[in-house]
């Protein structure tokens, strides 16, 4: 996956821009402020996902512009392609001259992964975070997943609210069995799917996180139903009725909170170094190398799962890291394309050819 191309109009504070990025490292350079990360959302748009840093689309629009409009020339499926997305009232996104559906039909068809600071509450924060960068990865990778997420978010919702009713109505006994059903069967897809990711992400995650600390910790990953002991061998029915015996063991509890307590909306992600929580007890040198293992494993799973090496975003990250770190990371992804943003780019064309792209209050100054 390259990026050829990439022009930008009246997005956020980028009036006008075009590039030619190189197949390689892209480092991306100015002051703060100036535009560096908005370019990287800008190209993030087109993995078809809400944006890397929590905003709203009304956001990405520029101040005073009617509409933001993002232009890409990218190479993948051993073939030149265009595509591009559209801001306004909604988002519109079109790819190879043809108008999609939806946005998020660009997912499978470009892939990114993106790192930030921000990506150290992936180890810090509560497990919704966890969740989300479950889910995330698993957009990308399936296309099913956002439609069964979707639903499952609607059947608990649902759920919730017949919960909030049914002290008054005590004939709603019978609808919650639907529900119940219904928040079983969508919630048995996630967890399977997720679990069989997080099977995959460990193996790539260890070696990562050992090649950062240079083989001195171990580094691991569980998966943690709110449901109880399962595992990513049980067969989807297993899984369901599992989530079914949870609902029901916590029945008394969801009446009196009125809220669904068990599900894959309550699970998270265990990541530990040497045998204990990296949240709980790690370092902070610790939790970033954790963050990078598992958003770099991230990538590598997209890679062996497309065939195809999603492009890599690296917002701010390289400052934080020490001298081997950032050569480790250079050199993992180097027959990747990337795009790195820094200050000053001298530092990181010392450990690889790169093209520098030097960034001034929205544009691109020339060099
Ligand atoms: N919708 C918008 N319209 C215009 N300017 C915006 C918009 N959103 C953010 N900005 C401006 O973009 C700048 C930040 O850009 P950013 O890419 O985060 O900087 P950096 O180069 O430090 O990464 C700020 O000056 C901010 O005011
Ligand atoms: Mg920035």
Not at 35 to 46: A, C, D, M, P, R
């Amino acid at each position: 996956m390259k990026v050829n191309s990439l022009k930008i109009s009246g997005f956020r504070n980028i009036e006008e821009l075009f590039i030619e990025p190189i197949p390689g490292v892209n480092v991306i350079y100015g002051e703060n402020a100036q535009g560096k990360t908005n370019l990287l959302e800008s190209i993030w748009l087109f993995t078809g996902c809400k944006s890397f840093r929590g905003a709203k689309d009304s956001e990405l629009t520029g101040f005073e512009k009617d509409f933001a409009r993002v232009d890409i020339g990218f190479f993948a499926k051993n073939r030149n392609q265009k595509s591009s997305v559209v801001i306004s009232d909604k988002r519109r996104a079109e790819l190879n001259g043809v108008k999609l559906k939806t946005t998020s039909a660009l997912a499978g068809e470009f892939c990114a992964v993106v790192f930030s600071p921000e990506h150290l509450s992936l180890v810090k924060a509560g497990p919704a975070e966890r969740r989300k960068f479950l889910d995330t990865a698993l957009c990308q990778l399936r296309p099913k997943y956002a439609e069964i997420l979707s639903k499952y978010r609607i059947c608990v919702n649902e759920r919730n609210s017949l919960l909030r009713d049914i002290e008054y109505h005590s004939e709603l006994y019978d609808t919650l069995e639907i529900w119940d059903e219904q928040v079983a069967v969508n919630g048995a897809i996630l967890t399977s799917q997720r679990m069989k990711y997080v099977e995959r992400l460990r193996e790539a995650s260890k070696e990562i996180y050992e090649g950062l600390s240079s083989g001195a910790e171990r580094f691991d990953i569980k998966y943690i139903s709110s449901a109880g002991e399962l595992s990513p061998d049980m067969e989807l029915f297993e899984i369901k009725n599992s989530l079914r015996t949870a609902l029901k063991a916590s029945f008394k509890e969801d009446i009196a909170s009125k809220t669904t307590s068990a599900g894959a909306h309550r699970d998270d992600l265990f990541i530990g170094i040497n045998g204990i929580s990296a949240r709980n007890f790690g370092s902070q040198g610790q939790q970033r190398s954790s963050a990078l293992a598992l958003k770099l494993g991230e990538a590598q799973i997209i890679t062996d799962f497309t065939g195809e090496k999603p492009v890599a975003l690296l917002d701010d990250v390289m400052s934080e890291l020490d001298v081997n770190r950032q050569d480790y990371i250079l050199n993992h992804i180097d027959s990747q394309q990337v795009f790195i943003t820094c200050c000053e780019p001298s530092s990181v064309l010392r450990m690889c050819d790169g093209k520098a792209i030097h960034i001034k209050a929205g544009g691109v100054i020339p060099e």
